[in-house]
T-cell receptor, first 114, second 111 residues
Framework: AQKVTQAQTEISVVEKEDVTLDCVYETRDTTYYLFWYKQPPSGELVFLIR??????QNEISGRYSWNFQKSTSSFNFTITASQVVDSAVYFC???????????FGTGTSLTVIP | EAQVTQNPRYLITVTGKKLTVTCSQN?????MSWYRQDPGLGLRQIYY???????DKGDVPEGYKVSRKEKRNFPLILESPSPNQTSLYFC??????????FGPGTRLTVL
C-alpha cells in the first residue's frame, strides 16, 4: 500500500526566514514519482515539482529547493528567505509506476508573517 | 491556453437531487481524475480514467459515478447527494500518471 505523511499540519515563520516542509512516503514499488503542489488562499492547485525514483539529485529553483532521500523515504521542500506570497497549503504526493492512482499527504499550511 | 475547466465552480443543492460536475481538458491528455479535498484529510482520489471508456475506482468512490465517453471530458455524477459529500472537488488531467494538472475546483454544499 502507498502512503504519504506530512507530519507538520501548520507552520508559521517570519518573513525572510528559511522553512522546510517534510514529506515521508511509503511504497514497495521501485519506480515511482513524487510531487509537490502549492495551494494558495485562492484555492487552485499549482504544480511545483516532480521527481522520479531513479533521480535522487537535489533540485533548486530560485528560493525553492527539494531534497529527495530514498534511504529515509523523504522528499522535503525548503523555501529560502520566505516571503508573504509563500503563504499557502503545500501538498506532497506520490504515484507508482505499477498503479494508476495518486496519493496525497494531508498538507502543511504555511503562514509567512510580515 | 492549456487548461482544465470545471463547472460549476460553486453549487448548493439538497439531499437526493442528482447533480453533475463537468470537467474538460484541452491538452489531449489520456489520464483524468477526480479528487475531493476535506479539512485535515488532504486530497483523496475518487475515480480516475486511463483513456476513453476506461475508468477505475480510487480510494473514495462510494456515492459517485463517472463516465469517459470522449477524451476531453470526464464528468462526475452524484446520483443522490448526501451532506457528507459536501466538499471541494478537483478534476485533474495528465498525459500519464507522471504529472497532473488541476482544474480550479468546485465547492459543493449538500443541505
Amino acid at each position: 500500500a502507498q502512503k504519504v505523511t506530512q507530519a507538520q499540519t501548520e507552520i508559521s515563520v517570519v518573513e525572510k526566514e528559511d522553512v522546510t516542509l517534510d514529506c515521508v512516503y511509503e511504497t514497495r514499488d521501485t519506480t515511482y514519482y513524487l510531487f509537490w503542489y502549492k495551494q494558495p488562499p485562492s484555492g487552485e492547485l499549482v504544480f511545483l515539482i516532480r521527481r522520479n525514483s531513479f533521480d535522487e539529485q537535489n533540485e533548486i529553483s530560485g528560493r525553492y529547493s527539494w531534497n529527495f532521500q530514498k534511504s529515509t523515504s523523504s522528499f522535503n521542500f525548503t523555501i529560502t528567505a520566505s516571503q508573504v506570497v509563500d503563504s499557502a497549503v503545500y501538498f506532497c504526493a506520490l504515484s507508482v509506476f505499477t498503479g494508476n492512482q495518486f496519493y496525497f499527504g494531508t498538507g502543511t499550511s504555511l503562514t509567512v508573517i510580515p | 491556453e492549456a487548461q482544465v475547466t470545471q463547472n460549476p465552480r460553486y453549487l448548493i443543492t439538497v439531499t437526493g437531487k442528482k447533480l453533475t460536475v463537468t470537467c474538460s481538458q484541452n491538452m489531449n491528455h489520456e489520464y483524468m481524475s477526480w479528487y475531493r479535498q476535506d479539512p485535515g484529510l488532504g486530497l483523496r482520489q475518487i475515480y480516475y480514467s486511463m483513456n476513453v471508456e476506461v475508468t477505475d475506482k480510487g480510494d473514495v468512490p462510494e456515492g459517485y459515478k463517472v463516465s469517459r465517453k470522449e477524451k476531453r471530458n470526464f464528468p462526475l455524477i452524484l446520483e443522490s447527494p448526501s451532506p457528507n459529500q459536501t466538499s471541494l472537488y478537483f478534476c485533474a488531467s495528465g498525459a500519464s500518471t507522471d504529472t497532473q494538472y488541476f482544474g480550479p475546483g468546485t465547492r459543493l454544499t449538500v443541505l
